[in-house]
């Protein structure tokens, strides 16, 4: 069983950078897709972007795109998401996901298809 840790949220300005990762343990992210869901009010968690672990291939919300990339580091067996232009939009609790790679560079955008759930770092951007 993958057990998820996000980290490297904080306080930002508009127009900052930041950089959050989501580390795993119990067994690598080989063989799964990994995704960053983001919640910023209510009870539904919105896709941000995801990636296959063993073809590193990446989707990506349209509101996002251009802003924000998702990163694999095989050495340290974690995903990271760069985030420049930060805008107060993106404020959220960013959630980590990850499950078992389905059809061959599949990912899915939908948290119900999502096995594996990290608890969350808060990203803040003021205006």
């Known amino acids: 069983q993958v057990q998820l840790v996000e980290s490297g949220g904080g306080l930002v300005r508009a127009g900052d950078s930041l950089t959050i990762s989501c580390a795993a343990t119990?067994?690598?992210?080989?063989?799964?897709?990994v995704a960053w869901f983001r919640q910023a009010s209510g009870p539904e968690r919105d896709f941000v972007a995801a990636?296959?672990?063993?073809?590193?291939?990446?989707n990506y919300v349209d509101s996002v795109k251009g802003r924000f990339a998702i990163f694999t580091d095989v050495a340290k067996n974690r995903v990271g998401l760069r985030m420049d232009n930060l805008k107060p939009e993106d404020t959220a609790v960013y959630y980590c996901?990850?499950?078992?790679?389905?059809?061959?560079?599949?990912?899915?955008?939908?948290?119900?298809?999502?096995?594996?759930w990290g608890q969350g770092t808060k990203v803040t951007v003021s205006s």
């Open positions: 990636v296959n672990w063993n073809v590193p291939r990446t």
């Open positions: 996901a990850a499950v078992p790679q389905q059809a061959y560079a599949y990912r899915p955008v939908n948290s119900d298809e999502y096995d594996y």
């Open positions: 119990g067994r690598t992210f080989s063989d799964h897709v």
